[in-house]
């Protein structure tokens, strides 16, 4: 059994199945996965706006909304971690290995994801009471 439903002033006519009459069920907005940049200046010199760029676009790429870049001339991961754990980002995206003094500190992975974009490397993050 088809009703016929049309808009106030008759705008447009449209028909549904009975059982579709009442509150239509909304689509959820898409959940926004967060993103955010670590780049070391002291090791990318003049091309740092090319590894900036190179990280947004991978964050494009992969559907990650960047909150923006932590450039830093040492390596203070406990800043990085800080930054981190207070914005809730879903990803930190490193454009080498170096970047992080080949190793990502698991005390880092136990709050996000970690992405080196050359070579392509993700380091999932950790829950801490499935490795005791």
């Known amino acids: 059994m088809h009703k016929q ?8 006519r449209f028909t549904r199945a009975s059982a579709d009459i009442g509150f239509a069920r ?9 993103a955010i940049g670590y780049v070391r200046a002291d090791l990318t010199g003049p091309s740092r706006p090319q590894c900036e760029s190179l990280i947004r676009t991978t964050a494009t790429d992969l559907g990650y909304e960047l909150l ?14 800080f930054l981190v754990t207070e914005l809730a980002v879903d ?5 080498t290995f170096i970047h992080l003094d080949g190793q ?4 880092l992975l136990n709050v996000t994801d970690v992405i080196v974009i050359d070579p392509p490397i993700t380091y999932c993050r950790r829950a801490p009471q499935l490795l005791d």
């Open 5 to 12: 439903i049309s808009d106030p002033a008759g705008a447009r």
């Open 26 to 34: 909304r689509r959820r907005p898409p959940a926004v996965r967060t």
């Open 68 to 81: 923006g870049t932590l450039i830093l001339t040492a390596t203070p991961l406990a800043r990085l971690q």
């Open 91 to 95: 990803v930190v995206l490193c454009p």
């Open 104 to 107: 990502v500190p698991a005390d």
